[in-house]
Nanobody, 111 residues
């Protein structure tokens, strides 16, 4: 059974930065792709960034140059650093691992 716990969301101003953290409780941390998704009000959940088992990282076009995905295997943690946040980045951010989801963390960007 996998458990994912996200943290780091909050209310920020346009142009500010934040880092989201996801602690993944599993014995198989290195054997599955993982990533961050987000869901804005009234919209479908969308990929923000993901990393494959081979370490290949991809980003949504909307966050290219503003997002950095990283993981620390020893901590079994996945991080998403977002800079120059915009109002359209507002949403609930979810961590995903092997088709499992965390409870989400709210990010609100205010102008």
């Amino acid at each position: 059974q996998v458990q994912l716990v996200e943290s780091g969301g909050g209310l920020v101003q346009v142009g500010e930065s934040l880092t989201l953290s996801c602690k993944i409780y599993t014995n198989f941390f290195g054997v599955s792709a993982m990533g961050w998704y987000r869901q804005a009000p009234g919209k479908q959940r969308e990929l923000v960034a993901s990393i494959s088992t081979f370490g290949e990282v991809r980003y949504a076009r909307s966050v290219l140059g503003r997002a950095t995905l990283s993981k620390v295997d020893a901590e079994k943690s996945l991080y998403l650093r977002m800079t120059d946040l915009q109002t359209e980045d507002t949403g609930v951010y979810y961590c995903s691992f092997h088709a499992e989801w965390g409870q989400g963390t709210q990010v609100t960007v205010s102008s």
